[in-house]
């Protein structure tokens, strides 16, 4: 029985393939973060929401490691959004990192998947949403950067301290390498930003808010595809 274990920093990101899975919540890490499981076929799968950032995924991940005995068995992937960085990368498009930095780490990602995605290459873990400034700073500095998200690196920590080789990435592209991010404010509480900022910037920040979500469900979706047909060919 192949033994597979899909971890994402948000819900959202699996919420198609768990609902395609069936998969069943047998936990919550702290009250904010579920994890699933499932049988399909042959094979078993463990669903995790890490929860965004470095440290949630560090300590979601070890928690659900160590609760489950999730180890070397398993076959670990980790998913969900990316921003781009690499300007011909467009939304949609899913990315398959060989490489991690962040946080003055490097790591090499093994991957165990023939599977063809749009690209291969560098993914850089980032403590905070990057804007375009950001990933243009960032692309002089490592030309190579394909895309930047927030969990990679903890993952990548956990893997290699827990000794685990059978691992990959893969992300999707939410929002291009110009695209300007809505103030996390909107997502909070749109009424007052409507009403303490100027009207015409919050019909953008609106119009670039439902952009993204718009992108974020199409990439679920796209995710969703993707590890269906992969589980298909095991």
């Not at 498009?93 to 991690?100: G, K, S, T």
């Not at 962040?102 to 749009?118: D, H, K």
Request: proline letters at 5%; one cysteine or more; a positive charge.
């Amino acid at each position: 029985m192949m033994k597979t274990v899909i971890c994402s920093a948000l819900y959202d990101e699996i919420s198609p393939l768990i609902s395609r899975f069936h998969a069943q919540k047998i936990d919550q890490y702290k009250n904010r973060y579920p994890v699933f499981h499932c049988f399909h076929k042959a094979h078993e799968i463990y669903f995790i929401v890490t929860g965004m950032g470095e440290k949630n995924t560090g300590k979601s991940l070890s928690y659900s490691i160590n609760k489950f005995g999730l180890d070397k068995k398993f076959n670990w992937i980790l998913t969900g959004y990316a921003g781009a960085v690499a300007p011909d990368l467009v939304r949609g498009d899913l990315i398959l990192p060989l490489e991690v930095r962040g946080f003055s780490r490097s790591y090499r990602v093994p991957g165990f998947t023939e599977r063809p995605l749009n690209r291969k290459g560098l993914l850089f873990c980032v403590d905070r949403l990057y804007h375009p400034e950001d990933k243009k700073k960032l692309s002089g500095e490592y030309p190579e950067t394909l895309a930047v998200d927030m969990e990679s690196a903890a993952f990548c920590r956990v893997m290699q301290e827990r000794s685990i080789g059978n691992f990959f990435i893969c992300k999707v592209i939410t929002d291009g390498s110009r695209f300007i991010l809505p103030d996390v404010d909107l997502l909070k509480d749109p009424l007052i930003v409507c009403c303490f900022r100027s009207p015409l910037r919050t019909i953008r920040q609106m119009k670039n808010l439902l952009l993204i979500r718009r992108a974020m469900h199409r990439g679920s979706k796209r995710l969703a595809d993707f590890f269906g047909e992969f589980h298909e060919d095991q």
